[in-house]
């Protein structure tokens, strides 16, 4: 038997061996000293990702006709991930007959409840597959794993979940009315949120009993392919989603073909302008969600170090590769001193490295050329005379990486108050009164989003109605829910996803 005094003896013995207060260095006992974690990498065994990837038509994997692949690379560390089909001409017109054939002969024929079940399948392995999918979304795109397991692939479950449950109710959605599908829709899609902008196009598509062809950004395929693997697990009919690989010109050949019904886009405004362009005059609906330039509106009498984790939230998650980043934050002047003081504390504690680790905060850019777009921009800032914050952490020698950062005393007019950076850069400045704040946030182009932080909420009311934003948040960031429609003002876009409003976009409603 252990004896009491056995015990004390082992728990000696232990105490023995962990340094006491005395004998650790000097800056760890006053707190000055920066621990470090010992990294926490996410394993990529689960993931296998072949060399060559081809096009996904009709149910099947095949060779493009046009016998061209193109490179996506890891931008953790700037290597080769795959190798990707670059779908011609000819291909996108084959993945447009195919997803006609099978409207006119399956899906549009099959009862709203039994395109549901195929949803809700397609949900349940989704989560299934879930560390499978986040990893490869990590690898390709370079955002935290934290982020992708977190927050993207339990979204991506939630949206086949949610819509789904809208296949067999579709008339209750619009009561009094009769609501049809569309036919073919091609959609085209971003690269900063892969497999979420997929599963927002896809799921309110096939619920609402329209076919699919859809084009991924070229430098984040593979989830997407990975999804149609779930697809063909699910048993979902063949040529109901087809995708397509490629770049910008594969985008144009599905944009113009003559036998797509709808055009569902997200993406940058320049490309959304073209895409807008090439419609005008057709039968073609389009639905846009485009860039953005969000403001923080943070008032003196919110909770300060709440508001702190909003913005960090706001512009540093995922990069700052998000449409609705909060990139402005206009902060009322009595608390701008000692409010820039604990962001300066907060941004230089974020970790930037590896995705893969669990720890990291910031991930790696998208490729070299967003990194380029970036730093190009963070240089016309200093040009403009913005007062520049940078913590000097370190960074990977290789890949993509850029630290968070930030300027002050911008004004309205610099062009980092007015251009979409897509980087983990904020853009602060100050003002007196509630119209002040109004005035500033809607002097933009665009119209995506915007958070107001107040303890009060008759002025979150009152400054909520006077913002022109499609997603206004109030003391908080970030949130998203499939039945919460998205979407833009002005140059942030066209249409809604999500919600009851994103239904309609994919349905002829009389
Ligand atoms: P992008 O350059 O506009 O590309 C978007 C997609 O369009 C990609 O698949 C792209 O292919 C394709 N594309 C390029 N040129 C085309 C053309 N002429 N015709 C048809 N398709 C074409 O945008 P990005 O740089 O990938 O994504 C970042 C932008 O997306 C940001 O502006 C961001 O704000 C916006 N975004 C908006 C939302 C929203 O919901 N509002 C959500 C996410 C992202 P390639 O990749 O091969 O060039
Ligand atoms: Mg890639």
Redesign the pocket.
Known sequence: MTTKRALDKKSKAQAAKIAPVEKLPKQAKTGAMKFEYAPSLESTDIVRIEKRNRLFIGGKFIEPSSEAYFT????ATGER?ADIAEAGDADVDLAVRTARKTYENVWSKMSGRERGRYLFRIARLIQERSRELAVLETL??GKPIRESRDVDVPLVAAHFFYHAGWADKLNYAFPGQNVSPLGVVGQIIPWNFPLLMAAWKIAPALACGNTVVLKPAE??SLSALLLAQVFQDAGLPDGVVNIVTGAGATGAALVNHPDVDKIAFTGSTDVGKIIARAVAGTKKRLTLELGGKSAHIIFEDAALDQALEGVINGIYFNQGHVCCAGSRLLLEESIAEEFVAKLKKRVAKLRVGNPLDKNTDIGAINSAGELKKIKKLIQLGKDEGGEFFEPTCAIPDKGFYQRPCFFSNVSSSFTLSRVEIFGPVLAVSTFRTSQEAVLKANDTPYGLAAGIWSEKGAKIHKVAGQLKAGVIWANTYNKFDPSAPFGGYNESGWGREGGRHGLSAYLDVR
């Open positions: 996506s690379m890891n931008p991930l390709d795109n430098t984040t």
